[in-house]
């Protein structure tokens, strides 16, 4: 009996072309983030704290929403989403693709439309951002005005 075997690099350089060519043919689609719709009277608004106003370093942030409804990440119903908090964000995140989860933006995405959270003594803004059931804000970014508040 004589056949050849093959040969197992061959396979393995095969097999990465394979992947290399599924992910050069992915790019355009992922490219393409179809972002989810908001009328432009929808807005997010801090129902508290208010601007301005001093907290202790531990307090309760009520998120407010007016022309959509809240609904947790994951489920795609049209005219909803759910808050993210932006904590001392000078620089708006890319509002076309997913928003990063870090200490400064936080997710609410089991649809809270409140939260406890400590923050050090001193000035800090708070800014609501709401995201659709993948995170992304929609085609109107509702975006609440930044409120800068005192922590002592
Ligand atoms: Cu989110």
């Known amino acids: 009996m004589n056949f050849v075997l093959p040969n197992p690099h061959k396979i393995a350089s095969s097999v ?16 393409t983030i179809t972002l989810s719709h908001a009328d432009e009277t929808a807005y997010s608004y801090l ?4 601007d301005g106003q001093t907290v202790p370093e531990e307090f309760t942030v ?9 609904a947790p990440a994951g ?8 808050h993210h908090l932006l904590i001392d964000v000078d620089e708006l995140p ?7 989860a870090t200490k400064n933006i936080r997710h609410f995405g089991g649809g809270q439309t409140e939260t406890q959270i400590s923050l050090p003594p001193g000035k800090h803004t708070l800014q609501l ?24």
């Open 16 to 31: 990465i072309a394979f992947l290399f060519a599924l992910i050069v043919a992915m790019q355009p689609a992922l490219a």
């Open 47 to 50: 129902i508290s704290p208010k």
């Open 62 to 70: 009520k998120f407010g929403l007016n022309g959509m409804g809240v």
């Open 75 to 82: 489920v795609d119903r049209e005219g909803t989403g759910h």
């Open 94 to 100: 890319k509002l076309d693709e997913p928003l990063a």
């Open 129 to 152: 951002l709401l995201g659709n059931y993948t995170h992304v804000p929609h085609d109107h970014p509702v975006l609440s005005e930044k409120i800068e508040i005192t922590v002592e």
